[in-house]
């Protein structure tokens, strides 16, 4: 605990206020006169010290010395998070394919984003769905690239490039001939479109459906000479 005292300053203006009276009332134009406003004003201060006295008070020590602040480390510049590139497959195709991939379904979220068109934005929905499961199917069975390459070479970058356009023409925000009739043009498009991807994936299967319905007819086969002729495996 420190003591402090602080001092009154109420007596210091008994000082000025006496000067200021005998000034008002009192001569001032002998030395004499000096002295005796002088003493006057030592008097008047005294007895504003005893009417106002210092006063004093104890304080704690670390309120005195109030610890400075430390000055915070400055937060390292945040880095942008940069786009992870796919691994490598090993196949130069396939990590090509993969490639096409992520830009073609990137590329089909910017326009669902930007085109408004509740119909548009659904069938690019669906598109961008079908475009990932085929790249997937052939990824998971390269065999079946071969299947793809018309789809790959032509279909997808000529949905893009309709779709692209679609979107610039909609955003001059105008009503036209040309931007109307194009426009209109491409919605009609967009339905055969989706239809053309949902059957390239179907296709995709269709070697893998042959095998199925052959183990089927040779299962029903084994069945029957086992007595259980007639059965199917969905039922009697």
Same mark, same amino acid.
């Given at each position: 605990?420190s003591?402090?005292?602080k001092?009154?300053?109420?007596?210091?203006?008994?000082?000025?206020?006496?000067?200021?009276?005998?000034?008002?009332f009192?001569?001032l134009?002998?030395p004499?006169?000096y002295i005796? @406003?002088?003493?006057?004003?030592?008097i008047a201060y005294?007895?504003?010290?005893?009417?106002?006295?210092d006063?004093g008070?104890?304080v704690?020590? @670390?309120?005195?010395t109030?610890p400075?602040?430390?000055?915070?480390?400055q937060? @390292?510049?945040r880095?942008e998070?940069?786009?992870?590139?796919?691994?490598?497959?090993?196949?130069p195709?396939?990590?090509?394919?993969?490639?096409?991939?992520?830009r073609a379904?990137?590329?089909m979220?910017r326009?669902?984003?930007?085109?408004?068109d &509740?119909?548009?934005s659904?069938?690019i929905?669906?598109?961008e769905?079908?475009?990932?499961? %085929? %790249?997937?199917?052939?990824? &998971?069975?390269?065999?079946?690239?071969?299947q793809i390459r018309?789809?790959?070479?032509?279909?997808?970058?000529?949905?893009?490039?309709?779709?692209?356009?679609?979107?610039?023409? !909609?955003a001059a925000?105008?009503?036209?001939t040309?931007?109307?009739?194009?426009k209109?043009k491409?919605?009609?498009?967009? !339905?055969?479109i989706?239809?053309?991807?949902?059957?390239?994936?179907?296709?995709?299967?269709?070697?893998e459906?042959l !095998?199925v319905? @052959? &183990?089927?007819?040779?299962m029903?086969?084994?069945?029957?000479? &086992?007595?259980?002729?007639?059965?199917?495996?969905?039922?009697s």
């Amino acid at each position: 605990m420190s003591y402090i005292k602080k001092r009154s300053v109420l007596p210091v203006y008994f000082i000025g206020a006496t000067w200021l009276l005998w000034s008002l009332f009192a001569p001032l134009y002998r030395p004499t006169h000096y002295i005796m @406003a002088a003493l006057a004003s030592f008097i008047a201060y005294n007895v504003g010290k005893m009417l106002f006295p210092d006063k004093g008070y104890e304080v704690a020590e @670390a309120a005195r010395t109030a610890p400075q602040a430390q000055p915070q480390p400055q937060a @390292a510049p945040r880095q942008e998070a940069k786009p992870q590139e796919p691994k490598s497959t090993g196949s130069p195709e396939i990590d090509a394919l993969l490639a096409e991939r992520s830009r073609a379904i990137s590329e089909m979220r910017r326009l669902n984003d930007s085109i408004k068109d &509740e119909k548009i934005s659904g069938q690019i929905s669906r598109l961008e769905t079908t475009t990932g499961k %085929i %790249i997937d199917a052939v990824v &998971e069975k390269p065999s079946k690239l071969p299947q793809i390459r018309k789809f790959m070479n032509y279909y997808l970058p000529t949905t893009l490039k309709l779709l692209n356009a679609y979107d610039r023409m !909609d955003a001059a925000g105008v009503s036209g001939t040309n931007i109307d009739g194009t426009k209109g043009k491409i919605e009609d498009m967009l !339905d055969t479109i989706c239809t053309a991807f949902t059957r390239q994936l179907d296709d995709l299967y269709g070697d893998e459906a042959l !095998d199925v319905s @052959a &183990e089927i007819k040779v299962m029903e086969q084994m069945l029957a000479q &086992e007595g259980f002729g007639g059965m199917t495996l969905g039922g009697s």
